[in-house]
């Protein structure tokens, strides 16, 4: 992945420094801060014991970032880490199950495994793939198999609690909202900013 996705590069002065009633009064700048110290103490902590996260929160606030910088860390101490799009991820449920192809078959089958079986499983965007009823039956699996397992899983998604419930159903939304911890990320498009001054 991108050398830049390391927690020294973040920067808080692309978030807001003004309080927000919706936000309880922090500014986004101040929640974002908080949200940056839990991830990087997740990466420094990390064991089979730490919890799921959900990141949640409008597109380009950082969150496909501050995963991919929790899975160099992980990683760099040794453990097992996917990383995936959420389309590429259940792209793989969909081609293990449906390919005629042997090989196309046993490559998914392997993604698959990996999956299910890594130390930690990150879901980057999960909302933008083509919804169909198996591809929610494939996120229900890798969600509920790493759950009993238990295996810890960061998902991340521009998609609110209603429409997660609303796209995926209850059982999913339930599990999303019940067993993970939620992260509510927040500001203005980091991607609009930098190119607005040129960066």
Same mark, same amino acid.
């Not at 922090?26 to 799921?52: H, Q």
């Given at each position: 992945r991108?050398?830049?996705?390391r927690?020294e590069?973040?920067?808080?002065?692309?978030?807001?420094?003004?309080?927000?009633?919706?936000?309880?009064g922090?500014s986004p700048?101040?929640?974002?801060?908080?949200?940056?110290?839990?991830?990087?103490?997740?990466?420094?902590?990390?064991?089979?014991?730490?919890p799921?996260?959900?990141f949640?929160?409008?597109?380009?606030?950082?969150?496909t970032f501050?995963?991919?910088?929790?899975?160099?860390?992980?990683?760099? &101490?040794?453990?097992s880490?996917?990383?995936?799009?959420? #389309?590429?991820? /259940? @792209? =793989?449920f $969909?081609?293990? *199950?449906?390919?005629?192809?042997?090989?196309?078959?046993a490559?998914?089958?392997?993604?698959?495994?990996?999956?299910?079986g890594?130390?930690?499983m990150?879901?980057?965007?999960?909302?933008?793939?083509m919804s169909?009823?198996?591809?929610?039956s494939?996120?229900?699996?890798?969600?509920?198999? &790493?759950?009993?397992?238990?295996?810890?899983?960061?998902? #991340?998604?521009? /998609? @609110? =609690?209603? $429409?997660?419930a *609303?796209?995926?159903?209850?059982q999913i939304?339930?599990?999303?909202?019940?067993e993970?911890?939620?992260?509510l990320?927040?500001?203005?498009?980091?991607?609009?900013?930098?190119?607005?001054?040129?960066?």
């Amino acid at each position: 992945r991108d050398e830049g996705e390391r927690f020294e590069s973040f920067r808080p002065d692309y978030y807001s420094s003004e309080p927000e009633p919706e936000l309880g009064g922090l500014s986004p700048r101040e929640l974002m801060r908080m949200v940056f110290d839990t991830c990087r103490n997740y990466a420094a902590n990390f064991s089979l014991r730490s919890p799921n996260l959900l990141f949640h929160g409008g597109p380009g606030l950082g969150k496909t970032f501050l995963s991919a910088c929790i899975a160099r860390e992980v990683a760099q &101490r040794g453990f097992s880490v996917a990383y995936e799009s959420a #389309s590429a991820a /259940l @792209g =793989e449920f $969909e081609t293990q *199950r449906f390919s005629r192809d042997g090989e196309e078959s046993a490559a998914a089958s392997a993604k698959v495994r990996e999956y299910l079986g890594c130390d930690l499983m990150i879901l980057d965007d999960l909302g933008t793939e083509m919804s169909t009823s198996f591809t929610v039956s494939a996120l229900y699996q890798l969600i509920n198999l &790493r759950l009993t397992a238990p295996r810890p899983t960061i998902i #991340s998604t521009n /998609l @609110g =609690e209603e $429409e997660l419930a *609303r796209r995926y159903g209850g059982q999913i939304a339930s599990r999303l909202t019940g067993e993970y911890e939620l992260l509510l990320f927040a500001g203005s498009d980091i991607r609009r900013l930098k190119k607005e001054r040129g960066l």
